[in-house]
């Protein structure tokens, strides 16, 4: 199969790598990159543990391609210090023990972080809508709904 060479930014510092078209992005980013936060969960698109930030946007790398970052300003939770809110939550979910095991953590953190960085001042049910699509077996949600909604108050 013919490869390609992409060129992106990988939480602030540029990258150029060979892949295949086929490559898949959450492949990639930790088999190649050693970059472990995204995590495979369900590895179809349902669970949100694999998220990331491709532009701004989250995104699920277990269904993105890698061919996909081209050009691309990608993000994950290794890069939260070049993101105000990804900071912010962070220090926040610890302070309040938001998580238990923090196998959903590194997608929940970057689904708040779009919510954030679009709508400072969400609702409970924005929040709740924007981490609709990370599964947290553990702590039945609303210790991160209240760390995200303390975050964007600022508290
Ligand atoms: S591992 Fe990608 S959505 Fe579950
Ligand atoms: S804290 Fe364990 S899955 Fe969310």
New binding site residues.
Partial sequence: MKTHNIKFTLNGEPVSLDVEPNDVL?DVLRGRLGIKSP?????????????VLLDGRTV????ALAVEADGAELVTLEGANTRKWTQKLQRKFHERNAFQCGFCAP?VILSATELLEKNPRPSDHDIKEAIA?NLCRCTGYEPIVEAIAETAKGK
């Fill in positions: 959450l995590k495979v969960g369900c590895d179809r698109g349902d669970c949100g543990t694999c998220t699920r790398s277990c269904l997608g699509g």
